[in-house]
């Protein structure tokens, strides 16, 4: 059975920091991408950022890039999300994703393409006060 544990949420001030933490189990494909979303309450579910476990490559939306990094231990099959310079806007329920496959974020197309999580993790709630 896969699973994904995602962990490190919480409560923190404008301008501070969390890292997130995605552990997936119970697969035994060797190609294959976590990634992150957000739900705020009453928005869409927005897509943050992916790590391609195949090949390093990473993704990033344009609301998070320069603030958010996100890295990779294939042997841990975990991926970490440092999330810096939070603001009230951060505020969200985050959720980790597995995609299966090759994917290749270094290609325009691959990164443009919203590929569809195979699986879900939990949600994590981050909440950042002003």
């Known amino acids: 059975e896969v699973q994904l544990q995602a962990s490190g949420g919480g409560l923190v001030q404008a301008g501070g920091s969390l890292r997130l933490s995605c552990a997936a189990s119970?697969?035994?494909?060797?190609?294959?991408?976590i990634g992150w979303f957000r739900q705020a309450p009453g928005k869409e579910r927005e897509r943050l950022s992916y790590?391609?476990?195949?090949?390093?490559?990473?993704y990033y939306a344009d609301s998070v890039k320069g603030r958010f990094t996100i890295s990779g231990d294939s042997a841990k099959n975990t991926a970490y999300l440092q999330m810096n310079s939070l603001g009230p806007e951060d505020t969200a329920v985050y959720y980790c994703?597995?995609?299966?496959?090759?994917?290749?974020?270094?290609?325009?197309?691959?990164?443009?393409?919203?590929?569809?999580?195979?699986?879900w993790g939990q949600g994590t709630q981050v909440t950042v006060s002003s």
């Open positions: 790590i391609s476990m195949s090949d390093s490559t990473t």
């Open positions: 119970g697969f035994a494909n060797r190609d294959y991408s």
């Open positions: 994703a597995l995609v299966l496959g090759w994917i290749s974020y270094s290609d325009p197309m691959d990164a443009a393409h919203e590929y569809e999580p195979d699986y």
